[in-house]
Nanobody, 113 residues
Framework: QVQLVESGGGLVQPGGSLRLSCAAS????????MGWYRQAPGKEREFVAT????????YYADSVKGRFTISRDNAKNTVYLQMNSLKPEDTAVYYC??????WGQGTQVTVSS
């Protein structure tokens, strides 16, 4: 059984920053991709960012490019999402995923003044 546990969400003012973390209990794959998705109230879950096993390849949704940075620490089976210049439209539950087949329980991010 693989468990993904997110942390780091919270309430932040517009223009502020948050850093999300997601720790995997283990990986059933020798090489994997980890990523983040989000779901706002009344909307479908949407892609945010992914990072390759080596960390050398990263992909971002257009809406977060230049503001969010995804990274990983394979020794800790952990992926991070540094979120800067946050906007109210970034408000959502953020989920991490491992290879798209395993998902965390989500962490709430609220951007509001």
């Amino acid at each position: 059984q693989v468990q993904l546990v997110e942390s780091g969400g919270g309430l932040v003012q517009p223009g502020g920053s948050l850093r999300l973390s997601c720790a995997a209990s283990r990986s059933p794959f020798s090489i994997n991709t980890m990523g983040w998705y989000r779901q706002a109230p009344g909307k479908e879950r949407e892609f945010v960012a992914t990072v390759s096993w080596s960390g050398g390849n990263t992909y971002y949704a257009d809406s977060v490019k230049g503001r969010f940075t995804i990274s990983r620490d394979n020794a800790k089976n952990t992926v991070y999402l540094q979120m800067n210049s946050l906007k109210p439209e970034d408000t959502a539950v953020y989920y991490c995923t491992l290879n798209g087949g395993y998902w965390g329980q989500g962490t709430q991010v609220t951007v509001s003044s």
